[in-house]
């Protein structure tokens, strides 16, 4: 069975004032509750195929966590999703912008790698322990972030 999980937002703001948010990764720090860096690796800055590193903190306790990141869609104002790859398997991440009335709702949607073992049988409950709030959080400093700075 895949873990995955979906949180959506609905911002005051145009699509078009909230993808410099979500279609800038470097950006994407500024919304996390945990703080982490980005640095380019190759190709064009996001676009479809550049690839980053990302350092920060990951649960349950790491730091210094490192994820090998590929964008691999970019469609303005619309849609953003990337890739990132840590020791445990690869991690599908989008985002989704929709026109909803005078603002956007944002949708996230993450599909974690298949895990085998024990870590196939905790995942699900940990991933709605600690990683969901962490998630719904987020999702709440992007809102702030975009209606701050308008």
């Known amino acids: 069975m895949t873990t995955q999980g979906t949180v959506s937002v609905t911002i005051e703001a145009t699509p078009e004032d909230v993808w410099p948010w979500i279609g800038d990764i470097t950006r994407h720090n500024q919304w996390s509750p945990k703080p982490y ?29 490192v994820n090998d990141v590929e964008i691999t869609e970019v469609q303005p104002p619309a849609r953003f999703a990337l890739t990132a790859t840590d020791a445990s398997g690869a991690y ?19 599909v974690f790698p298949d895990m085998g073992g024990i870590a196939a049988i905790l995942l699900p409950i940990l991933f709605r322990v600690v990683a969901m ?6 999702m709440r400093l992007l809102k702030q972030a975009v209606e701050s700075a308008k």
Request: proline share 9%.
């Open 37 to 65: 860096r980005v640095d380019l690796v190759s190709g064009e800055p996001n676009s479809a195929g550049s690839r980053y590193r990302s350092v920060g903190w990951a649960p349950p306790n790491d730091s210094d966590h």
């Open 92 to 110: 599908a991440n989008s985002f989704d912008l929709r026109p909803v009335g005078d603002g956007t709702e944002v949708t996230y949607r993450i």
């Open 133 to 138: 709030p962490g998630i719904k959080k987020r």
